[in-house]
């Protein structure tokens, strides 16, 4: 992935200044600052509530638990009923056509989110929410580079709400643990901050190199696992590496809010600018790779797919995503055949 934005400044400069037929264009169809994340979802197809602290929105059965899973309880579904169930706009996103939904690499992305045999899980997940949280804000940077005349493309004139197209919108926690709605960019940069303050915190992200720990192999010892540790006391992922308990909770919450930006790119700024700056691939390539890891390390849950799903699906039936990874199973099929029909493509 390093090498996805070698040409992003370049593309950026003059972007401001460029008359609108320059563009390429597709041929087809606060009162209290915020101070943390909330993991309520907004919503006419799902508002579901992670934050115990918080009353839960009233909540509507996710299409998950409608389309997604029971492959049996939708043997008379077709393609155009799980497409409709989404809600979905028309024309459809451009990012919903199979030419449009490319990668600018090619071979298995399960090869990069395998974890080594030899790596402890804790230490694992810390790589990848390093590594996404790396890409993700290369794309961010983009939305909020600044124009000749002070203004970003992700403003609250053209984004006043942090959402994914229609049907989903995010809140932030303010300091009273209020849910609050915020322009995309104040909540964008709201988030870049608390991310950047879990992984700088060395009680979270633990940077000592004595203390990392590598994966128990069978194949170098037969001790058992249950062996290596006192016996009675409490284990969880990354324990052994210096990870703290609540360790892959917060990686969860950053894997969620990391999702919940890359969902805003898609339903917002597809087309303007990425796909202007021919950096639909490279989006495309990292999102599919993040789906790929969260999916794979449990950071994200089915129902928590939702804004992407039809993407999702789409993705599994071209075979970005292979059979056998999570990402495979959580996808609607029929929706992702039918997509690629009307896309045209075989």
Excluded at 68 to 82: E, I, K, L, P, Q
Excluded at 153 to 181: D, Y
Excluded at 195 to 211: A, E, L
Aim: aromatic share 10%; hydrophobic share 35%; with cysteine.
């Amino acid at each position: 992935m390093s090498n996805l934005f070698s040409g992003i400044n370049a593309r950026l400069r003059g972007t401001s200044t460029k008359a609108p037929g320059q563009n390429k264009s597709p041929v087809s169809t606060s009162n209290g600052q915020p101070n943390s994340p909330t993991n309520l979802s907004q919503g006419n197809q799902s508002s579901t509530s992670l934050a115990p602290k918080i009353p839960p929105l009233p909540s509507s059965p996710s299409l998950a638990q409608n389309i997604g899973m029971d492959d049996s309880g939708n043997a008379g579904a077709n393609g155009d009923d799980m497409l409709n169930s989404y809600h979905l706009p028309r024309p459809l996103p451009l990012w919903l056509n199979a030419q449009y939904a490319k990668h600018i690499v090619k071979g298995n992305f399960m090869t990069l989110s395998a974890r080594p045999k030899t790596v402890e899980q804790g230490e694992w997940i810390a790589h990848q929410v390093v590594e996404h949280y790396r890409n993700l804000w290369n794309f961010v940077r983009v939305i909020h580079e600044k124009e000749d005349d002070g203004s970003t493309i992700c403003n609250p004139q053209t984004c006043p709400r942090m959402s994914a197209g229609a049907n989903h919108s995010f809140t932030w926690l303010n300091n009273k643990r209020e849910p609050v709605e915020l322009p995309a960019y104040e909540y964008i940069t709201l988030m870049q901050r608390w991310i950047s303050g879990k992984i700088d915190d060395t009680n979270i992200f633990p940077t000592d190199t004595n203390g990392v720990s590598y994966s128990h192999n069978p194949s170098i010892t037969t001790t058992p696992l249950s062996q290596l540790s006192n016996p009675g006391d409490k284990e969880w992922v990354g324990k052994r590496s210096g990870f703290p308990e609540n360790f892959v909770e917060v990686c969860q919450t950053i894997f969620r809010q990391m999702f919940r930006v890359y969902a805003h790119l898609y339903w917002a700024h597809f087309i303007d600018p990425f796909y202007h700056l021919n950096l639909e691939k490279q989006l495309n390539s990292c999102f599919s790779h993040f789906v790929l890891t969260a999916c794979a390390l449990d950071m994200l849950k089915p129902q928590e797919l939702e804004p992407m799903q039809p993407l999702i699906d789409l993705w599994a039936t071209n075979g970005t995503f292979p059979p056998g990874s999570k990402a495979y199973e959580y996808a609607n099929h029929k929706a992702g055949e039918r997509l690629m029909q009307l896309s045209n493509v075989a």
